[in-house]
């Protein structure tokens, strides 16, 4: 099985900042792309910022120059967010493109809340 965890979600005002973090465990070989995609209320769940495994990333435009994709090691990335707007507000989830022995596959954590208040 696999485990990605998400932290690092909560409320903060228009302007302020939050850093999610993602942390994966199991039966993993390797890891290639890592994301954070979100979900606003009523809304299709779409993707913030992406990071392969030799550190490229990819933004939303909507996220570019406010959000900063990273990855501490193969299990662990993060997504700081700045100047974050009331567009912003969602649950926000990680997901990974997992190699495990004989098969690679796409998870997902549950997600964390992130509400930003104007």
């Known amino acids: 099985q696999v485990y990605l965890v998400e932290s690092g979600g909560g409320l903060v005002q228009a302007g302020g900042s939050l850093r999610l973090s993602c942390t994966a465990s199991?039966?993993?070989?390797?890891?290639?792309?890592m994301g954070w995609y979100r979900q606003a209320p009523g809304q299709q769940r779409e993707l913030a910022a992406r990071?392969?495994?030799?550190?490229?990333t990819t933004y939303a435009d909507s996220v570019k120059g406010r959000f900063t994709i990273s990855r501490a090691n193969a299990k662990n990335m993060y997504l700081r967010m700045y100047s974050l707007k009331p567009e912003d507000t969602g649950v926000y989830y990680c997901?990974?493109?997992?190699?495990?022995?004989?098969?690679?596959?796409?998870?997902w954590g549950q997600g964390t809340q992130v509400t930003v208040s104007s």
């Open positions: 997901a990974a493109n997992v190699s495990r022995a004989g098969s690679t596959g796409a998870f």
């Open positions: 199991g039966s993993i070989f390797s890891i290639d792309d």
């Open positions: 990071i392969t495994s030799g550190g490229t």
